[in-house]
């Protein structure tokens, strides 16, 4: 038996987001039409208008996957037991090797784009950032997401500096805003001056001049 409509939609979002997800890192944002969307996808226009207003809310969601998997991710790495003393890390940036990484610099790892699946999605929302500060009601219904984004993301390294002995010296969400522009801007540096770039040292600083050790009053909190 045919599927209903209600059961081909996820299947259709998923075609639909899968190929302009493809199509945004091959061509970019504003050179990918509809048109090519539903090609690449083997679909019809009607099938993206129903699931979709345009290519911006169509973005969105694939913003909403990518920050769903990867504070899933950041959750468990944060979580994720210490390595024993005499692991291989190394004190001064708090780096070991396979799951010994520390939670901290596993954000790093992450969100700065380490991975050529994570450089790919930079280039693409960087793009959109860039089309939403053009677009003010683009630029709105983006700031609803990264806030998002941003709340995961305090949460996220408040549990990894607890795992380092830290805590916070600011608001966590603060915090967070101020990481995730420390990260976009070096992993903006990595890809035109090349993986030279001493991220992994600024970090630790930028980490130990936000934060602090955990005290006598912060335990149980």
Not at 6 to 22: E, G, I, N, Q, V
Not at 115 to 136: D, G, I, K, N, Y
Not at 204 to 212: D, E, I, W, Y
């Amino acid at each position: 038996m045919p599927k209903s409509p209600t059961r081909r939609r996820p299947l259709t979002r998923a075609a639909l987001t899968d190929s302009a997800l493809a199509l945004f890192t091959e061509k970019g944002f504003h050179a990918t039409s509809i048109s090519d969307i539903v090609e690449r996808a083997g679909l019809t226009r009607g099938a993206f208008y129903s699931n979709y207003r345009d290519k911006e809310e169509l973005f969105l969601a694939l913003y909403d996957a990518h920050t769903e998997r990867l504070l899933s991710e950041l959750r468990e790495a944060a979580t994720a037991p210490r390595p024993e003393p005499g692991s291989g890390t190394d004190s001064a940036s708090g780096t070991g090797s396979g799951s010994g990484v520390h939670p901290v610099m596993q954000l790093h790892e992450r969100v700065t784009g380490r991975t050529p699946q994570e450089r790919q999605w930079f280039m693409v929302s960087m793009e959109f950032t860039l089309h939403a500060a053009r677009h003010p009601e683009v630029a709105r219904a983006l700031a609803v997401h990264e806030n998002r984004l941003t709340e995961g993301l305090a949460e996220v390294v408040t549990t990894a500096l607890a795992g380092a002995g830290r805590r916070p010296d600011l608001d966590p969400e603060d915090l967070a805003r101020l990481l995730v522009a420390a990260f976009e801007g070096l992993t903006a540096r990595q890809l035109v001056h090349g993986t030279g770039e001493p991220t992994e040292r600024l970090l630790t600083h930028l980490m130990n001049a936000l934060s602090a050790p955990l005290g006598p009053s912060d335990e149980g909190q």
